[in-house]
């Protein structure tokens, strides 16, 4: 479902975030990449997402050669099939959480009908539905996590992609966070997480666990 | 932006209410105005021409009227109209004045403003016109009329020719102008060119020469004061793009997250100039609103005088009726909205084009 | 002469000239060393700049044609200061050059037109068939743009308001030895045959689908449309056989009715006239056949509404 082959990625001044990765990844299975800061991990979420392309090598994500694809198709690809959980929620503040939950979806001209009903089916999946006109700044951090997440939800994507979703977190919203997405693996989605964060290093559902140092692959655990 | 707009607007409703309310003076025009020149200079034309004029195939209408100024104070001077009330006139305002009311002799009609300046120096009924060699004459106040509807003769006043000859010191039969009407307009320019043979010192000025040399001269003003402003929109646009170029962090934060839940190039570029747009457009309404406020309710204080500090149109002050020109409307809209639109182009694709794969880390 | 008008056309047009040369320097950038296998960062960058040329090429098009029709107004009202000329077209007519500033001018609007149609065709799919292509496309379509604008500026700057134009009545009259003279002279009949039998070539064509000559239809619609306009329908607008003047109908006089004619007229051949020269997706190919015939009709049947119209009132032809 997910594939990289011989990708590297250099970044201007001779750094090389990944070197001559291949990796293949299968559709439903819940991976966790592990390593310290500045291994790779959040690089391969980024090609994965099409944010950034390779230097060397292609990525495919379920059939589409997206490291090829020019800008709108990517973006339009990525809109319609991932979902993304930033390190630091990256929600914008002065938005509401009805706006940011929909952001993704604006450029799209959905009928506003269906745009309702899958922000009502979150809000309520995550127990905000009072808070759907506050501003986002207003809220706990407990509460932005879960906008964050509805966030990455709103567009039914096949794909899950998680930068260090738990560093800013406190351990027992971090357990929160790891029962959310024991929920989202049984709707089988492909879900990758990137982590430092031991609390992810021996959970049962996880079914691979991938380590990264200097941009290659030092490990792969089923 | 507001600002800019505002300030061109207000240049635009002066020009066209002044261009307009000569454009309605010059409407009842004679057809032919001859003026004497001597020595290069106006000078006066003698009355017993006119039955010379009279003459010429095709002129239907000739009479010798006296219009000048008076110095009252430094900064006002009444314009006085010395007419024989028996002759028939083509400017309608008077001539519907000289219906209602009587002139003597001695006496005279002022105008409403003329009235209240007068009664400031406590001059009622009659008034001390000063003649050139220091005497003093005195000229009865007979009616005061109102210039609501003829802006261009708020100083007004209307006298007998003799009246006004005594006054400005002018001879027996001199006077200022000869109004000339031609019976074919379509002859007029052969009959100026006529004129011009007879009478070689003479200027001799049609309707539509007088108007367009007023149109011309005040497009012309006009024009190199938009001159200046090109080099101040130069200015905004520099200033703008500048401004716009700085992005903050914040902002490219903002947008990498766009990018990466999904948004497109163009769609960030789109919600840019969405809001350019907005702000274009709220811009050009608000100036335009403002510029009509401070030009017609309040009457353009600072650049009013600035614009017609010009001795070229004789009259001092215009009263600036409302008067709105969709033409100039368009032409600041163009001149205000595709430069900023340009000033936003660069700085919102450098922004919409940000690599998002930062806000990953 | 300087006046307003004339200043604004010229920040417009220095504007235009600067954005649109930015455009042609990017474009000559990716004509040569635009490579979509490439991963270089000069390949990205170039990827991001095409974003650039193409939304400058959109806002030219959106200002050209913004300030098309104040050009016309601009005309209009300079015809106040030119000796003789009593609307737009004394002052065309001022200088040799005016004719050709005006075609270009609408030329131009059809070419920058058609090129944000081929930039859509082209983003719609994956490989961008038409990349560089569009940006050859933009290289000539520069060059014009370039030409207008040297053409206008010298056109403004040189008129002379004490020299005599002719009027419209002198410009189109059939009388002189003009080849639009000549044009206008020929007889009625055979001018509106022609006209309606290419009307009824585009329904034709328009059944049959065969959207090469439906582009050359419509191309020579658009010709005959504009010379039965001057040279009959005109004057039933007006109501006057000696008055063929192509601007006068866009005064408020006619209410404004030139506007519309030239609006459906442009609409209509501009989409039959771009179905020929790309292939476009089954559904939008259709589309556009259908808005040819739209407003080819509208044009068509708003014109012949004023000579019906007379005869009806009046019983009788001009």
């Known amino acids: 479902m997910i594939r990289l082959e011989g990708v590297t990625k250099e970044y201007a001044g001779g750094v090389y975030a990944l070197r001559e990765i291949d990796l293949e990844l299968r559709e439903g299975e819940l991976v966790v990449l592990k390593g310290v800061s500045g291994s790779g991990k959040s690089t391969i979420l980024s090609l994965i997402a099409g944010l950034s392309k390779p230097s060397k090598g292609r990525v495919v994500v379920d059939g589409k050669e997206i490291s090829r694809l020019p800008d709108h198709f990517c973006a339009t690809f990525r809109r319609d099939n991932i979902g993304i959980i930033f390190q630091k929620y990256n929600l914008i503040a002065d938005l509401s959480v009805a706006e940011n939950i929909l952001l993704p979806l604006y450029p799209a001209n959905l009928p506003k009908g269906e745009l309702q009903k899958r922000l009502k089916q979150l809000l309520e999946t995550f127990h905000i539905e009072d808070k759907q006109e506050s501003l986002?700044?207003?809220?706990?951090?407990?509460?932005?996590?879960?906008?964050?997440?509805?966030?990455?939800?709103?567009?039914?994507p096949k794909i899950i992609l998680a930068d260090e979703p738990t560093a800013n977190l406190d351990e027992k919203l971090s357990r929160e966070f790891i029962e959310i997405l024991k929920n989202l693996k049984s709707q089988n989605r492909t879900i990758i997480i990137a982590t430092h964060d031991p609390l992810f290093f021996d959970l049962d559902f996880v079914d691979r666990y991938i380590t990264l140092q200097h941009g290659k692959i030092v490990d792969d655990n089923t | 932006m507001m600002l800019l707009i505002w300030l061109v607007m207000t240049l635009f409703f002066l020009s066209s209410s002044i261009s307009y309310e000569l454009t309605t003076k010059t409407e009842h025009m004679p057809d032919i105005i001859l003026t004497q020149t001597k020595a290069g200079r106006e000078g006066f034309v003698d009355e017993k021409i006119v039955d010379h004029i009279l003459e010429i195939e095709g002129v239907s209408r000739a009479y010798a009227y006296i219009k000048a100024p008076y110095q009252f104070k430094e900064d006002i001077s009444f314009t006085i109209f010395g007419v024989d009330p028996f002759e028939e006139i083509d400017d309608p305002f008077i001539a519907h004045l000289l219906e209602r009311y009587n002139l003597e002799s001695g006496s005279m009609l002022v105008s409403h403003d003329v009235k209240e300046l007068m009664k400031k120096a406590y001059y009622t009924k009659e008034f001390n016109f000063i003649r050139p060699d220091g005497s003093l004459k005195r000229v009865q106040i007979a009616k005061e009329f109102d210039t609501k509807n003829a802006p261009h003769y708020?100083?007004?006043?209307?006298?007998?020719?003799?009246?006004?000859?005594?006054?400005?010191?002018?001879?027996?039969?001199?006077?200022?102008?000869?109004?000339?009407?031609?019976?074919?307009?379509?002859?007029?320019?052969?009959?100026?060119?006529?004129?011009?043979?007879y009478y070689p010192n003479a200027k001799v000025v049609t309707k539509k020469e007088q108007k367009l040399l007023y149109e011309q001269s005040f497009n012309f003003y006009s024009g190199?004061?938009?001159?200046?402003?090109?080099?101040?929109?130069?200015?905004?646009?520099?200033?703008?793009y500048d401004r716009l170029s700085g992005m903050s962090s914040e902002e490219r934060r903002e947008i990498g997250i766009l990018k990466a839940i999904g948004w497109r190039?163009?769609?960030?570029?789109?919600?840019?100039?969405?809001?350019?747009?907005?702000?274009?457009?709220?811009?050009?309404?608000?100036?335009?609103?403002?510029?009509?406020?401070?030009?017609?309710?309040?009457?353009?204080?600072?650049?009013?005088?600035?614009?017609?500090?010009?001795?070229?149109?004789?009259?001092?002050?215009?009263s600036l009726a409302p008067h709105i020109e969709f033409f100039y409307l368009f032409l600041v809209f163009l001149l205000v909205v595709p430069l900023y639109f340009a000033a936003v182009i660069i700085p919102a694709w450098r922004v919409a084009t940000l690599d998002a794969d930062e806000v990953m880390r | 002469m300087i006046t307003p008008e004339i200043i604004?056309?010229?920040?417009?047009?220095?504007?235009?000239?600067?954005?649109?040369?930015?455009?042609?320097?990017?474009?000559?950038?990716?004509?040569?060393?635009?490579?979509?296998?490439?991963?270089?960062?000069?390949?990205?960058?170039?990827?991001?700049?095409?974003?650039?040329?193409?939304?400058?090429?959109?806002?030219?098009?959106?200002?050209?044609?913004?300030?098309?029709?104040?050009?016309?107004?601009?005309?209009?009202?300079?015809?106040?200061?030119?000796?003789?000329?009593?609307?737009?077209?004394?002052?065309?007519?001022?200088?040799?050059?005016?004719?050709?500033?005006?075609?270009?001018?609408i030329l131009n609007l059809y070419?920058?037109?058609?090129?944000?149609?081929?930039?859509?065709?082209?983003?719609?799919?994956?490989?961008?068939?038409?990349?560089?292509?569009?940006?050859?496309?933009?290289?000539?379509?520069?060059?014009?743009?370039?030409?207008?604008?040297?053409?206008?500026?010298?056109?403004?700057?040189?008129?002379?308001?004490?020299?005599?134009?002719?009027?419209?009545?002198?410009?189109?009259?059939?009388?002189?030895?003009?080849?639009?003279?000549?044009?206008?002279?020929?007889?009625?009949?055979?001018?509106?045959?022609?006209?309606?039998?290419?009307?009824?070539?585009?329904?034709?064509?328009?059944?049959?689908?065969?959207?090469?000559?439906?582009?050359?239809?419509?191309?020579?619609?658009?010709?005959?449309?504009?010379?039965?306009?001057?040279?009959?329908?005109?004057?039933?607008?007006?109501?006057?056989?000696?008055?063929?003047?192509?601007?006068?109908?866009?005064?408020?006089?006619?209410?404004?009715?030139?506007?519309?004619?030239?609006?459906?007229?442009?609409?209509?051949?501009f989409n039959g006239i771009s179905v020929g020269i790309l292939a476009f997706k089954k559904e939008k190919e259709l589309a556009k056949f259908r808005y040819a015939l739209f407003f080819n009709t509208l044009y068509l049947l708003c014109v012949s509404y004023f000579p019906l119209a007379y005869y009806l009132k009046n019983g009788m032809w001009l």
């Open chain 1, 136 to 156: 986002v700044k207003s809220l706990s951090g407990g509460q932005q996590q879960r906008v964050a997440i509805a966030r990455a939800k709103i567009n039914h």
């Open chain 2, 154 to 197: 708020r100083w007004l006043i209307v006298m007998s020719k003799e009246d006004a000859r005594d006054i400005l010191g002018l001879a027996g039969s001199e006077a200022t102008n000869i109004a000339i009407d031609v019976a074919n307009k379509l002859e007029t320019p052969l009959i100026a060119a006529k004129l011009k043979e």
């Open chain 2, 224 to 240: 190199t004061f938009l001159i200046l402003f090109s080099i101040t929109l130069l200015t905004f646009f520099i200033i703008i």
């Open chain 2, 265 to 318: 190039i163009e769609d960030v570029l789109g919600a840019k100039f969405y809001e350019a747009f907005f702000i274009a457009v709220f811009s050009y309404i608000a100036g335009v609103s403002i510029a009509y406020l401070y030009v017609f309710y309040l009457k353009a204080p600072l650049l009013g005088n600035i614009f017609l500090h010009d001795a070229f149109l004789q009259t001092q002050q215009f």
């Open chain 3, 8 to 105: 604004t056309i010229t920040v417009l047009d220095v504007l235009f000239f600067i954005f649109g040369s930015v455009g042609f320097f990017i474009a000559l950038k990716i004509i040569f060393f635009y490579d979509v296998k490439a991963t270089t960062q000069r390949q990205y960058a170039l990827e991001k700049q095409s974003y650039l040329s193409a939304t400058i090429i959109k806002f030219l098009l959106f200002f050209k044609t913004i300030s098309f029709f104040f050009f016309v107004y601009t005309l209009n009202k300079l015809s106040l200061f030119l000796p003789g000329a009593m609307c737009a077209a004394g002052v065309v007519n001022a200088l040799s050059s005016g004719t050709a500033l005006l075609l270009l001018k």
């Open chain 3, 111 to 269: 070419i920058f037109a058609f090129w944000i149609v081929l930039h859509n065709e082209d983003m719609e799919y994956e490989q961008q068939p038409y990349l560089k292509a569009k940006f050859v496309f933009y290289s000539v379509a520069y060059l014009l743009l370039v030409t207008e604008i040297a053409l206008e500026l010298n056109f403004f700057y040189s008129l002379d308001p004490s020299s005599v134009v002719d009027c419209c009545g002198a410009i189109f009259s059939t009388t002189d030895g003009s080849y639009l003279a000549s044009l206008l002279a020929v007889d009625f009949s055979y001018q509106l045959s022609v006209f309606y039998l290419l009307y009824g070539l585009i329904v034709l064509f328009y059944l049959l689908k065969n959207r090469y000559l439906f582009a050359v239809i419509n191309l020579l619609f658009v010709i005959a449309a504009l010379i039965t306009l001057i040279s009959f329908f005109g004057t039933y607008i007006y109501e006057l056989p000696t008055h063929h003047c192509p601007f006068c109908m866009l005064q408020a006089d006619y209410y404004y009715i030139g506007y519309f004619l030239y609006l459906f007229l442009f609409l209509g051949t």
